[in-house]
């Protein structure tokens, strides 16, 4: 029988007041005979756990009692962080701590600001993918996370946008980051330091070698510059385009929000039909043309002349495989945006 979940069992009575078998089962992720083998086993030794029979009753402790076991493991104070955050939690592998974390800090607590703790609890929630995105599977990110936490260096094979497309590197983790639903790694990797999708990430093992991350590097100040560069590299160059004010409308949910606001800030006066033209920043032709395509009839580009023909070439495909030689009316309207695969930088 888990030590553990006894003192569980117990907090939870204690934190919540009467709970039912089923109630404390649920909890705990254990069948309802095992809950009430827990609760017999607490009578025996001692603790006033009583039952209140009927609709409604359920296993309580008597008035007054209670327990001082709130001391927290190591595990659990590295898990305190995540506490309200049960998907990431669970990610790193730090569910079980979680939990057991936040029982003791409500125990802890006197009544009116537990109470007041749980009301809060129930009306915020914090759900990080975004929108039309599945939950990323990150089979590797244990390994990581044990990385990062020893200080030890791990062995990955990496897969990258570009050849060779599956390398292999020994990283010196530093940190993990949460970035819209999606995990990164940002390690060193001989004398510099780069950033890695975790679900890029092909195998992980970790290795003998320790090392000291330095003192004066801070995870949040360097992602912060790193997302900084990785915009300013991310557009190399730009589109002149001619919008219909329904293009306009729709623009917000079909680019990212720099595009936006280039449209935005460059727009010329509209013609009679309403129609402008503003110049906007592009990551490539092919990136450009997939984008754009997205306004249908709402959009057309005037220049560069390269992205002009790829958008009228996707064009004649598209209305050959419809079997017409008439323009084509409307080429979609997907609201999804695109998250990049972050490359070794």
Known sequence: MSAGRLLSVLLLLQSRGRMSAQGLADELGVSVRTAYRDLARLQDVGVPVYAEPGRGGGYQ????????????????ARALFFAGLPGPAAD???????????????????????DEAART??????????????????????????????RRAVDVRYRRWR????VHRRLRPYGLVLKSGIWYL??????????????QVLDAALSDERFDRPRDFDLAAHWGTYLDDF???????????????????RLPDNVPPDVVRAAASTAT?????????????????EHACGELLRLGVDVEVVAPAELRQA???????????????????EIGSGEATSVPCIPES
Request: proline letters at 5%.
């Open 231 to 249: 915009h300013a590299r991310r557009h190399t160059g730009t589109a002149t385009i001619r919008l219909s004010p329904r293009g306009r409308r």
């Open 186 to 199: 940002v390690a060193a990797v001989k004398q510099r330091i780069a950033t890695y999708r975790v679900t």
């Open 121 to 150: 609890a129930a009306v915020f929630h914090l759900d990080a993918p975004g929108w039309y995105r599945e939950h990323e599977q990150t089979p590797c990110l244990p390994v990581l996370v044990d990385a990062v936490l020893t």
């Open 311 to 329: 958008m009228a070439a996707v064009v004649r495909v598209l209305a050959k495989a419809y079997g017409s030689d008439c323009a084509v009316r």
């Open 269 to 285: 006066a509209a013609d009679d039909e309403g129609w402008v033209e503003a110049v906007i920043p592009i990551e490539s032709t």
């Open 61 to 76: 402790l008597v008035d007054g009692y209670h327990t001082r076991l709130t001391g927290m493991s190591e595990g659990e």
């Open 92 to 114: 790193l592998g730090l569910a079980a701590e979680v939990t057991a974390a936040r029982l003791k800090l409500l125990a802890a607590l006197p009544t009116g600001l537990r």
């Open 163 to 166: 050849a060779p497309q599956e």
